[in-house]
C-alpha cells in the first residue's frame, strides 16, 4: 500500500511498547509493525542491560515486513556497560516505520536487554 499522506491527518494514537528478547536470534519488533495504511513515528528507543556483565545490542529498520529485506542499522553490536542505559533514538533523531518496513532487534546475550519504545500511529489520507 503506498504510504498514508500524513499532512491529512485524521487520527494519532500514542503507545509505548516493550522487548526482552530471549534468544539471540534478531527479533522483529511486531509492536512497532504498523497496520496496513498507517505509519508509526518512533520517537524514543531505550535499551537497558540489566545484567552485571556487558552486553551487546543492535537495532534496525528492515526494508520488509517481520523482519525481511535488509537492514538498515540503527544501532549496531554496541556494547551496553551493566546495570545501564543506551538511548538508541529520541525526539531528535526520530523516525518512521511504514507498512512495508519492520524494526529488528538483535542482542548478544539472552534476556540482557530490555527494550522501550514510544511511538504514534498516524493515519492519514492515501
Same mark, same amino acid.
Given at each position: 500500500?503506498?504510504?498514508?499522506?500524513?499532512?491529512?491527518?485524521?487520527?494519532?494514537?500514542?503507545?509505548?511498547? $516493550?522487548?526482552?528478547?530471549?534468544?539471540? %536470534? @534478531? =527479533?522483529?519488533?511486531? *509492536?512497532?509493525?504498523?497496520?496496513?495504511?498507517? &505509519?508509526?513515528?518512533?520517537?524514543?528507543?531505550?535499551?537497558?542491560?540489566?545484567?552485571?556483565?556487558?552486553?551487546?545490542?543492535?537495532?534496525?529498520?528492515?526494508?520488509?515486513?517481520?523482519?525481511?529485506?535488509?537492514?538498515?542499522?540503527?544501532? $549496531?553490536?554496541?556494547?551496553?556497560?551493566? %546495570? @545501564? =542505559?543506551?538511548?538508541? *533514538?529520541?525526539?531528535?533523531?526520530?523516525?518512521? &516505520?511504514?507498512?512495508?518496513?519492520?524494526?529488528?532487534?538483535?542482542?548478544?546475550?539472552?534476556?540482557?536487554?530490555?527494550?522501550?519504545?514510544?511511538?504514534?500511529?498516524?493515519?492519514?489520507?492515501?
Amino acid at each position: 500500500m503506498a504510504t498514508p499522506n500524513i499532512v491529512g491527518v485524521s487520527d494519532i494514537r500514542a503507545s509505548t511498547t $516493550y522487548l526482552k528478547p530471549t534468544d539471540l %536470534n @534478531s =527479533t522483529a519488533w511486531t *509492536a512497532l509493525q504498523p497496520d496496513l495504511g498507517k &505509519v508509526n513515528r518512533v520517537n524514543f528507543i531505550s535499551a537497558a542491560n540489566v545484567t552485571n556483565a556487558t552486553a551487546v545490542v543492535s537495532v534496525a529498520v528492515n526494508s520488509a515486513v517481520a523482519g525481511g529485506g535488509t537492514a538498515y542499522r540503527l544501532a $549496531y553490536q554496541i556494547s551496553v556497560p551493566p %546495570n @545501564s =542505559t543506551l538511548i538508541i *533514538a529520541d525526539k531528535t533523531t526520530s523516525l518512521y &516505520v511504514t507498512d512495508t518496513q519492520s524494526v529488528t532487534v538483535a542482542v548478544g546475550t539472552a534476556s540482557a536487554i530490555e527494550l522501550v519504545a514510544s511511538y504514534e500511529t498516524i493515519t492519514g489520507t492515501a
